[in-house]
C-alpha cells in the first residue's frame, strides 16, 4: 500500500527556518518524481519544486529559489524541503505528492499520491 507522510511543519516567527520531511512506503522507486506543494486558505494548491530520478531538482516558483531546498535523504524513501526566511505568506499546508514518472509536473493533476499535508504557520 502506498503512503506518504508529511512532518516538520509547526508556528514560526518571520525569518525563522523549517525543514519538512516526506516519508515514503510502499513503492519501489526506480523511476519517479517526488514534489512539495502548498495551499493558502482560500487559493489554490501550487507547485514549490520536485525532485526526480532523472532531472534532479527543479523549482517551480520564484518566490522560494534561493529559500526552499529539496532533497532526498540517504535512503531514497525520505524528501525533504528546507525553508529558510520564512515570511507570512509562507503559511499553507504543505503537502509531498508523487508520481512514478521521469516527468515532473508543477500541477496538482501530474501526481496520483499524496500526503496528508502538514501545517506551516509564519506569525509574529
Known amino acids: 500500500q502506498y503512503r506518504l507522510v508529511e512532518s516538520g511543519g509547526g508556528l514560526v516567527q518571520p525569518g525563522e527556518s523549517l525543514r519538512l520531511s516526506c516519508a515514503i512506503s510502499g513503492f519501489t522507486l526506480d523511476t519517479y518524481c517526488v514534489a512539495w506543494f502548498r495551499q493558502a486558505p482560500g487559493k489554490e494548491r501550487e507547485g514549490l519544486a520536485s525532485i526526480s530520478s532523472r532531472f534532479g531538482d527543479i523549482y517551480f516558483r520564484e518566490s522560494v529559489k534561493g529559500r526552499f531546498t529539496i532533497s532526498e535523504g540517504d535512503a531514497w524513501n525520505r524528501v525533504y524541503l528546507e525553508m529558510k526566511s520564512l515570511q507570512p505568506e509562507d503559511t499553507a499546508i504543505y503537502y509531498c505528492?508523487?508520481?512514478?514518472?521521469?516527468?515532473?509536473?508543477?500541477?496538482?493533476?501530474?501526481?496520483?499520491?499524496w500526503g496528508q499535508g502538514t501545517q506551516v504557520t509564519v506569525s509574529a
Open positions: 505528492a508523487l508520481e512514478l514518472s521521469r516527468h515532473c509536473s508543477a500541477y496538482p493533476s501530474g501526481y496520483t499520491h
